[in-house]
């Protein structure tokens, strides 16, 4: 399967690329992002077909499907990584929690988030692709939270490959800095800087595009990717875990084979809901995707308004914080899909001259067709984790929490529907101990105790460990300071 661009072609780059091609250097002309030149048809066969397989079984011929151009053997390698997360045998249990509310768990893996659900293969596919081609790699990734620690943790002592990763200082959970500034493996880079996300996923953009960084790179003997979902090779595996999902309810009876579903997805950068999106196109039975933000709400008022406007706007820090975002990246995928390269194009300039785009009525139909959105403040998601906590004997962290309020507002509930947990309890704690039990302001560790306490469930070994390692990666800079710290680095 080849693949092209969201924004049409500009004529220094080649008309259609690989899948390889695409992962390596993930930012197609004009800024634009890559995507399957046709999406393959899976249909109610393949549905019947992996009933009763095994996750691996089932992402290996999905991946087939797709027809990339990676040998089997290495695809065998990276999906066997789910050996390693709590269940090998079933690496995403889908939970009952409610009565036609059912919740995929994606954080079972090393750094109990929903990321290492893709980037646990992703970092050998990349690594055995620079290792076959004899170039070095330096691979960005700016993180709200999760990303980080898992991009670190799949690349860490991997060959021809070295990764500088960007965090908001100050904008993730203690718990997800501890992941990132103990990681000592000496091909990785932790650069805090004084900003939010969006200022993290506009330089990495920047450098991604950018020839004179590249040339530089290059007097390294190093070439340019990224790990961020503008990374196809991201969005691939995130694809999977939805068809899994749904074949778990029909496991469990709890629907038929064809019967439709709701995907409800907490949202930042958009990635796990494209995920879905190219799921139900792809021949998964969905009735609609449901889009649940934090008070950072900008994909709520484009899916209810048709207007994308940044003007005026800044990121809130909220409970939620790997939501805390206003550039969503995925939503490109989105409008190439529906509307076309020229559109697209069009919408993406107006977004970075403009700072806003809107699309016409029909246009927001269309989207409307597919998706529907709510938000939910922080106070609102702490009540829903308290009360599904006491009600449903059901612990849950505050992005998903998210979910709960768009379930009741934006879903028939006689339609079952799949809420997507994306990251374990022990990411939030502080958030999550004041949701059960009032208590304010207490330390990472304090939280994790009280919660484990109440909710009588053990703190993993690999976070609690988290709080006596010693932290290594201390560099904290202005955003400026950005390209001079990696090439340092390099």
Same mark, same amino acid.
């Given at each position: 399967?080849?693949?092209?661009?969201?924004?049409?072609?500009?004529?220094?780059?080649?008309?259609?690329?690989?899948?390889?091609?695409?992962?390596?250097?993930?930012?197609?002309?004009?800024?634009?992002?890559?995507?399957?030149?046709?999406?393959?048809?899976?249909?109610?066969?393949?549905?019947?077909?992996?009933?009763?397989?095994?996750?691996?079984?089932?992402?290996?011929?999905?991946?087939?499907?797709?027809?990339?151009?990676?040998? /089997?053997?290495?695809?065998?390698? !990276? *999906?066997?990584?789910?050996?390693?997360?709590?269940? @090998? %045998? +079933?690496? &995403?249990?889908?939970?009952?929690?409610?009565?036609?509310?059912?919740?995929?768990?994606?954080?079972?893996?090393?750094?109990?988030?929903?990321?290492?659900?893709?980037?646990?293969?992703?970092?050998?596919?990349?690594?055995?692709?620079?290792?076959?081609?004899?170039?070095?790699?330096?691979?960005?990734?700016?993180?709200?939270?999760?990303?980080?620690?898992?991009?670190?943790?799949?690349?860490?002592?991997?060959?021809?490959?070295?990764?500088?990763?960007?965090?908001?200082?100050?904008?993730?959970?203690?718990?997800?800095?501890?992941?990132?500034?103990?990681?000592?493996?000496?091909?990785?880079?932790?650069?805090?800087?004084?900003?939010?996300?969006?200022?993290?996923?506009?330089?990495?953009?920047?450098?991604?595009? /950018?020839?004179?960084?590249?040339? !530089? *790179?290059?007097?390294?003997?190093?070439?340019?990717? @990224? %790990? +961020?979902? &503008?990374?196809?090779?991201?969005?691939?595996?995130?694809?999977?875990?939805?068809?899994?999902?749904?074949?778990?309810?029909?496991?469990?009876?709890?629907?038929?084979?064809?019967?439709?579903?709701?995907?409800?997805?907490?949202?930042?950068?958009?990635?796990?809901?494209?995920?879905?999106?190219?799921?139900?196109?792809?021949?998964?039975?969905?009735?609609?995707?449901?889009?649940?933000?934090?008070?950072?709400?900008?994909?709520?008022?484009?899916?209810?308004?048709?207007?994308?406007?940044?003007?005026?706007?800044?990121?809130?820090?909220?409970?939620?914080?790997?939501?805390?975002?206003?550039?969503?990246?995925?939503?490109?995928?989105?409008?190439?899909?529906?509307?076309?390269?020229?559109?697209?194009?069009?919408?993406?300039?107006?977004?970075?001259?403009?700072?806003?785009?809107?699309?016409?009525?029909?246009?927001? %139909?269309?989207?409307?067709?597919?998706?529907?959105?709510?938000?939910?403040?922080?106070?609102?998601?702490?009540?829903?984790?308290?009360?599904?906590?006491?009600?449903?004997?059901?612990?849950?962290?505050?992005?998903?929490?998210?979910?709960?309020?768009?379930?009741?507002?934006?879903?028939?509930?006689?339609?079952?529907?799949?809420?997507?947990?994306?990251?374990?309890?022990?990411?939030?704690?502080?958030?999550?101990?004041?949701?059960?039990?009032?208590?304010?302001?207490?330390?990472?560790?304090?939280?994790?105790?009280?919660?484990?306490?109440?909710?009588?469930?053990?703190?993993?070994?690999?976070?609690?460990?988290?709080?006596?390692?010693?932290?290594?990666?201390?560099?904290?800079?202005?955003?400026?300071?950005?390209?001079?710290?990696?090439?340092?680095?390099?």
């Amino acid at each position: 399967m080849n693949f092209i661009q969201t924004r049409g072609i500009d004529p220094s780059k080649p008309k259609t690329v690989t899948f390889s091609q695409a992962i390596l250097d993930p930012i197609a002309s004009y800024g634009g992002l890559y995507v399957p030149e046709k999406l393959p048809e899976l249909g109610q066969a393949f549905l019947d077909k992996h009933l009763n397989s095994s996750y691996k079984v089932l992402a290996k011929d999905m991946l087939d499907a797709f027809d990339i151009d990676i040998e /089997s053997e290495v695809i065998d390698e !990276a *999906l066997n990584l789910y050996d390693k997360f709590d269940d @090998a %045998a +079933n690496p &995403v249990p889908v939970v009952k929690v409610k009565e036609n509310l059912y919740v995929s768990e994606l954080y079972h893996g090393p750094t109990r988030a929903f990321k290492d659900m893709a980037l646990q293969p992703f970092g050998i596919v990349l690594s055995s692709i620079a290792q076959k081609k004899n170039e070095n790699y330096l691979i960005l990734a700016a993180t709200s939270g999760d990303t980080g620690p898992a991009a670190l943790e799949t690349f860490k002592n991997r060959a021809n490959v070295r990764v500088a990763c960007l965090y908001p200082d100050g904008g993730t959970s203690d718990v997800q800095r501890l992941q990132m500034v103990t990681e000592d493996a000496q091909n990785l880079k932790v650069i805090g800087i004084n900003g939010v996300f969006d200022d993290a996923q506009s330089a990495l953009k920047r450098l991604l595009a /950018s020839s004179e960084f590249k040339s !530089a *790179l290059s007097e390294k003997n190093t070439k340019l990717s @990224a %790990a +961020n979902s &503008v990374n196809f090779g991201r969005i691939i595996f995130q694809i999977i875990y939805h068809i899994h999902s749904y074949l778990e309810l029909v496991r469990q009876n709890a629907i038929e084979m064809g019967e439709k579903v709701y995907l409800n997805v907490p949202s930042g950068n958009f990635g796990n809901a494209l995920g879905g999106y190219y799921a139900w196109k792809m021949g998964l039975p969905v009735e609609k995707i449901i889009i649940s933000s934090n008070e950072n709400n900008v994909l709520t008022r484009l899916i209810k308004t048709g207007k994308y406007d940044l003007n005026g706007c800044d990121v809130v820090n909220t409970t939620s914080p790997a939501m805390d975002i206003l550039k969503s990246s995925n939503v490109e995928r989105i409008l190439f899909d529906m509307f076309g390269e020229v559109r697209t194009k069009e919408l993406m300039q107006d977004l970075e001259e403009k700072n806003v785009y809107e699309l016409t009525a029909d246009e927001l %139909a269309t989207l409307r067709t597919c998706f529907d959105a709510d938000f939910c403040n922080g106070d609102e998601g702490k009540a829903y984790i308290k009360d599904t906590f006491e009600n449903d004997n059901y612990l849950m962290d505050p992005h998903t929490a998210t979910c709960f309020k768009s379930y009741e507002t934006c879903s028939d509930p006689k339609i079952k529907s799949i809420i997507y947990s994306t990251a374990e309890w022990t990411k939030f704690s502080p958030v999550i101990a004041n949701a059960l039990t009032g208590e304010v302001d207490a330390e990472d560790i304090i939280a994790l105790e009280s919660i484990s306490n109440t909710a009588k469930l053990a703190i993993p070994a690999m976070v609690k460990e988290l709080f006596t390692k010693e932290i290594v990666q201390k560099t904290i800079i202005n955003k400026e300071d950005i390209e001079k710290e990696i090439l340092d680095f390099i």
